[in-house]
């Protein structure tokens, strides 16, 4: 799942060119309320009610981009990485908390953090957690509130 964000930008142009379907939430106040909240809630209500591109109105004049289906995610993480960024609104308060790392930085500095944190997920390394994921995942899917 990817979030985007715009002010004026039109929609992502994916390669079937599907324009998102937005969902407004407040007629005031948008999606505000939810994005402070329970935004996974928010994402997956949207994503059940309207689709795999979602165009999610935050405040009048703002929204974010939610991109649930795999050729969307494909299309801004791998093959046009460099048409986007990550919006100020995500970054700006958590490089204030932990400084500019993988998850703020962007284009060359995010490249070169990644190079090094690469060897960390290798097969070997990863094979090594997978009983850990395993157990963690299913104690989480245990403990979620049944729907």
Request: glycine share 6%; proline share 5%.
């Given at each position: 799942m990817?979030?985007?964000?715009?002010?004026?930008?039109?929609p992502?142009?994916?390669?079937?060119?599907v324009?998102?379907?937005?969902y407004r939430?407040h007629?005031l106040?948008?999606?505000?309320?939810?994005l402070?909240?329970?935004?996974?809630t928010?994402?997956?209500?949207?994503?059940r009610a309207?689709g795999d591109?979602?165009r999610i109105?935050a405040?009048?004049g703002?929204?974010?981009?939610?991109?649930a289906h795999?050729?969307?995610?494909?299309h801004?993480?791998?093959?046009?990485?460099r048409?986007?960024?990550k919006?100020?609104?995500f970054?700006?308060?958590l490089?204030?908390?932990?400084?500019?790392?993988?998850v703020t930085?962007?284009?060359?500095?995010?490249?070169?953090q990644?190079?090094?944190?690469?060897?960390?997920?290798?097969?070997?390394?990863?094979?090594?957690?997978?009983?850990?994921?395993?157990?963690?995942a299913?104690?989480?899917?245990k403990?979620?509130?049944?729907t």
């Amino acid at each position: 799942m990817v979030m985007l964000a715009s002010t004026s930008i039109s929609p992502v142009a994916l390669k079937r060119r599907v324009d998102p379907t937005q969902y407004r939430g407040h007629w005031l106040l948008g999606c505000v309320r939810e994005l402070r909240g329970d935004f996974l809630t928010l994402y997956e209500q949207a994503w059940r009610a309207k689709g795999d591109y979602i165009r999610i109105r935050a405040l009048p004049g703002y929204h974010f981009y939610l991109l649930a289906h795999p050729d969307g995610v494909e299309h801004v993480l791998q093959k046009n990485s460099r048409n986007y960024r990550k919006p100020d609104l995500f970054n700006l308060p958590l490089r204030e908390l932990f400084g500019d790392g993988l998850v703020t930085s962007e284009r060359d500095f995010w490249r070169s953090q990644r190079k090094l944190i690469q060897p960390a997920f290798a097969r070997q390394h990863l094979a090594r957690f997978s009983t850990v994921i395993t157990a963690l995942a299913e104690t989480v899917f245990k403990s979620a509130p049944s729907t």
